[in-house]
């Protein structure tokens, strides 16, 4: 039982790095980002690329992966994206765009790379903590530790910058936010790279966890459930949704039946969407971010 | 007219941009591809003006996806036999022309493009698929269509017989799921001692549910236990939630007829979580990215394989095979020798059916006896299309290599 929530934990923070990435992207433009798995993709092939090509440090590998997944964040949002919102496009399109770019994605690391995964060499210690009765992986905590580490900055940069109240600004009315004065194709830009950075993160552990493979970023439909479940647009919702959505599917796996797991996690996402689309944390329609 | 004017700028600046990139990564991709897959038409030569058409083959098998390194290996394997053959003057005085086409390992894109190589490429036989769930969609194809396949190493019994019937259109050269799991439920009992056998499996996968099964059935026959049976789905890649339970019910080994990372993911998330039994797989555990994916993990661990790959029958292959592509096949399983054994049964009846007439071919492959090939001596048997008395062979993994333990039939 207490080994069960522990592993429902860890499934939960790597949701929750990739669940923020849509929350924020989602508050600010109103629409689901769906090419941010190929960024989560991206930064565990960088840091992959980092750790055999480069240096066997892990902790150039994880700026690797972040920065690397900023820049690719930024670079769709101003290729594809952008053109479309100077249009003043449907938010419609910005999601066919969005799918557009992760089967790109997808199929160019097929291409160039090769459909075969990627093993990380072996950088944490492969013999578990004991605690008590609990067995926890060493790779588990740091993803924990970093996670709440990358959140917390962010809420900070969100809640004490001048850049984080122009978000919030924003998050109400990217609009008005404009006509106050905030630069908004730099706002843009800005929630992008932080978005970006976290994907990279999320990737680079996905990678360690699961190791490196085209449909890796596949893994970012449990992040929008959760996204969803928390209430999109809410951060800390993004947050609880995604550890209560690990949780979840860990329990159903455990006690019901592996095979139903992702019909109970769907089914949530339905039962959400019908009684309480604003979801756990997300307001109605007033505050958000 | 300034802002019109930036517009009309960023405008080209764009489309220059997306010109650039996609011609990059036209040029790219076709650059890196060494040989594409359907053979061009003006590859013919030339020099005979009154040729005969070339017979045409087909090949299916995962090209990319997670099942690529084995495709990759059988495809190989079949251009460099193939273009062997036509340099010492083909078959039948034809020429042969092999077209292949990516399955991704995926029922519905093996439908298709089974399809497309008997309408388009008009293909007399195929040769595939590799894997159990493919090979059974393109039995119903080849049923349809009636033209004969062989599967390399699909190992599910439904590949080559349906309801206790035989599919007259599928054949295989390699060993099938009950040997397997009868080979290594009586390893575990008798060699290993062990009594209590927890499995963990993947639904969806028809390789690994009979895998599974088969194991359960003759272990429980031999008088040992299962103490737990979990399920994952295809794609999972954390199996945690299934090992804390499997590990409740202690158990001395855990058969895990798993597939490709799968195997490496689910090992080393065992030994996070304490586990200690001993690990049992299937000829799937053949692969040497195992080693660096969960190298600690799988020390100790036993697979059954239907050939021993230090055989010094593969030696010849080996080196042929070394000469071409400049690796040794054999890092991702015994892909590449059982695609030279589809291939040298198929050739065996086409000379035999003296045509290329798709519906005597398949008389003249049930009928196969005795060929010599390099994974044992094939004899295809009329009532299942299985090959006739393969036997098996135990492995043990040890200091990131395959060590072998002992060679065996069920």
């Known amino acids: 039982m207490l080994q069960q929530i522990v592993n429902g934990l860890s499934i939960g923070s790597v949701y929750a790095l990739m669940a923020v990435g849509y929350s924020l992207v989602y508050s600010l433009l109103n629409f689901t980002n769906f090419a941010h798995g190929v960024v989560v993709t991206a930064g565990a092939y960088l840091a992959f690329f980092t750790l055999t090509l480069v240096r066997p440090s892990f ?76 067995e926890i992986a060493v790779v ?38 404009g006509l106050m004065g905030v630069n908004s194709d730099a706002l843009v830009i800005l929630v992008f790279l932080i978005a970006g950075t976290l994907a990279g993160l999320a990737g680079i552990f996905l990678g360690v966890k699961y190791t490196a493979y085209p449909q890796l970023g596949a893994m970012t439909l449990k992040a929008f459930i959760s996204a969803v479940f928390g209430g999109l647009g809410s951060l800390p919702g993004a947050v609880a949704g995604a550890y209560a959505l690990g949780i979840l599917e860990t329990f159903v ?17 339905v039962l959400v969407l019908l009684f309480r689309p604003q979801g756990l944390m997300g307001r109605p329609s007033g505050e958000k971010a | 007219m300034t802002r019109g004017m930036i517009w009309l700028a960023r405008r080209t600046i764009m489309v220059i941009l997306v010109i650039l990139l996609t011609t990059a990564i036209v040029a790219g991709c076709v650059g890196e591809k060494k040989a594409p897959a359907p053979a061009p038409e003006a590859e013919k030569p030339a020099e005979a003006p009154k040729e005969k058409p070339p017979i045409s083959i087909g090949y299916l098998g995962p090209l990319t996806g997670d099942g690529a390194p084995w495709g990759k290996a059988e495809l190989n394997t079949l251009e460099m036999l193939v273009e062997d053959m036509n340099q010492k003057g083909g078959l039948l005085g034809r020429k042969i022309k092999l077209s292949s086409y990516d399955n991704r390992m995926d029922q519905v894109e093996t439908t298709n493009a089974a399809r497309k190589l008997i309408e388009q490429n008009k293909v007399v036989a195929i040769i595939g698929t590799n894997s159990s769930s493919a090979s059974i969609a393109l039995a119903g194809v080849a049923e349809q269509y009636k033209i004969p396949h062989v599967a390399t190493t699909a190992t599910n019994p439904a590949v080559t017989v349906k309801e206790s019937k035989v599919r007259p259109f599928s054949f295989r050269v390699c060993f099938i799921d009950p040997q397997q799991g009868a ?37 429980k026959a031999l008088g040992g236990e299962i103490v737990a049976v979990e ?65 600690a993990a799988v020390e100790g661990s036993y697979l059954v394989q239907p050939v021993a790959m230090d055989d010094p029958g593969l030696n010849d292959f080996k080196a042929r095979y070394k000469a071409k592509y400049g690796s040794e096949p054999g890092a991702e399983g015994a892909n590449a020798f059982f695609a030279n054994d589809a291939f040298s049964v198929l050739i065996d009846s086409i000379k035999r059916a003296g045509a290329d007439d798709p519906l005597k071919i398949r008389d003249e492959l049930e009928k196969t006896k005795a060929l010599p090939g390099i994974t044992g001596t094939l004899t295809i048997s009329k009532d299942d299309h299985n090959p006739v008395d393969k036997e098996g062979v135990i492995l043990k993994m040890e200091a990131g290599k395959y060590v072998f333990v002992k060679r065996t039939k069920p």
């Open chain 1, 59 to 134: 902790a150039v590998a994880l700026l690797a992966a972040m920065v690397g997944g900023g820049l690719l964040s930024i670079t769709y949002e101003i290729l594809a994206y952008r053109p479309l919102l100077i249009k003043g496009g449907r938010r419609l399109f910005l999601i066919i765009a969005g799918l557009g770019i992760s089967t790109i994605g997808e199929n160019l690391i097929i291409l160039r790379i090769g459909g075969r995964f990627k093993a990380y060499p072996p950088i944490f210690p492969m013999e578990p903590l004991h605690v008590g009765p609990v």
């Open chain 1, 140 to 177: 588990d905590i740091m993803i924990v530790a970093v996670s709440l580490i990358a959140l917390l900055i962010f809420q900070l940069i969100i809640s004490r910058t001048r850049a984080g109240l122009a978000i919030r600004a924003a998050a109400h009315n990217l609009a008005t936010a």
């Open chain 1, 253 to 269: 796996s455990a006690y019901i039946s592996s095979s139903m797991r992702d019909v109970f996690s769907f089914l949530l996402l």
């Open chain 2, 183 to 219: 080979i290594m439920a009586k390893f575990a009992f008798d060699e290993l001692k062990a009594k209590k056998v927890a499995v963990l499996y993947e639904v969806g996968s028809d390789y690994s549910v009979g895998l599974s099964e088969f194991f359960q059935k003759s272990f």
């Open chain 2, 231 to 295: 399920a994952y789905k295809t794609g999972d890649v954390d199996f945690r939630a299934q090992l804390t339970k499997i590990k409740a019910a202690k158990p001395d080994a855990i058969w895990l007829p798993a597939l490709y990372k799968e195997i490496g993911l689910a090992a080393n998330q065992a030994r996070q979580l304490g586990i200690k039994s001993t690990l049992l797989g299937g000829d799937s555990w053949f692969n040497l990215d195992l080693f660096t994916v969960a190298k």
